[in-house]
T-cell receptor
Framework: DGGITQSPKYLFRKEGQNVTLSCEQN?????MYWYRQDPGQGLRLIYY???????QKGDIAEGYSVSREKKESFPLTVTSAQKNPTAFYLC?????????????FGPGTRLTVT | AQSVTQPDIHITVSEGASLELRCNYS??????LFWYVQSPGQGLQLLLK??????LVQGIKGFEAEFKRSQSSFNLRKPSVHWSDAAEYFC???????????FGQGTRLTINP
């Protein structure tokens, strides 16, 4: 089955630690996205990538970093500089970066930092 | 700048009743329009999409939406809701050349038995 996998489902970290969230897709999609979701705030775009070794900041990139070394993988690192990292993180992919294409979403990772 | 407005933060309907969730967008170009559904703790699932052609589109789970260019709207409808429809619903808009989709804030749907 084609789709997007995110692991782990739940992640717990101590304040001051960096943590990396995994996102893998086997849809052969060019574009990948990371969103953050907080209660009552909808989806906020963190980073996106249209091609390997290229990515752009979204609306709330501060305190986050990404890499795109392979087409199918787009890991997100939440650094200790992110002031409020506890949130639900969603990865998405899209066949092409622009045009009449929908985004497909992974199941999400809930990160709790204490 | 493009934007999407879902005027209703929370809607409660009785099981078996009809449903309409509102979505208004502001976009300069011809929009690509989407409705997604999210169950608690899950990712978003595409319900339906509009790119061009017939302005009434059918989706999964018995949902439909109608694109009205004159009203800049893309409202989601279902004739008879089921308890399993309780979820959060997101409207999103894109356009030719746009690298990102713009999402509304979401509407939370509660179903009364």
């Amino acid at each position: 089955d084609g789709g997007i996998t995110q692991s782990p489902k739940y992640l717990f970290r101590k304040e001051g630690q960096n943590v990396t969230l995994s996102c893998e897709q086997n849809l052969n999609h060019d574009a990948m996205y990371w969103y953050r979701q907080d209660p009552g705030q909808g989806l906020r775009l963190i980073y996106y990538s249209q091609i390997v070794n290229d990515f752009q900041k979204g609306d709330i990139a501060e305190g986050y970093s990404v890499s795109r070394e392979k087409k199918e993988s787009f890991p997100l690192t939440v650094t200790s500089a992110q002031k409020n990292p506890t949130a639900f993180y969603l990865c998405a992919s899209r066949k092409k970066i622009a045009g009449p294409y929908e985004q497909y979403f992974g199941p999400g990772t809930r990160l709790t930092v204490t | 700048a493009q934007s999407v407005t879902q005027p209703d933060i929370h809607i409660t309907v009785s099981e078996g009743a009809s449903l309409e969730l509102r979505c208004n967008y502001s976009y300069g170009a011809t929009p690509y329009l989407f409705w997604y559904v999210q169950s608690p703790g899950q990712g978003l699932q595409l319900l339906l999409k509009y790119f061009s052609g017939d302005t009434l589109v059918q989706g999964i789970k018995g949902f439909e939406a109608e694109f009205k260019r004159s009203q800049s709207s893309f409202n989601l409808r279902k004739p008879s809701v089921h308890w399993s429809d309780a979820a959060e619903y997101f409207c999103a808009v894109g356009a030719e050349g746009a690298q990102k989709l713009v999402f509304g804030q979401g509407t939370r749907l509660t179903i009364n038995p």
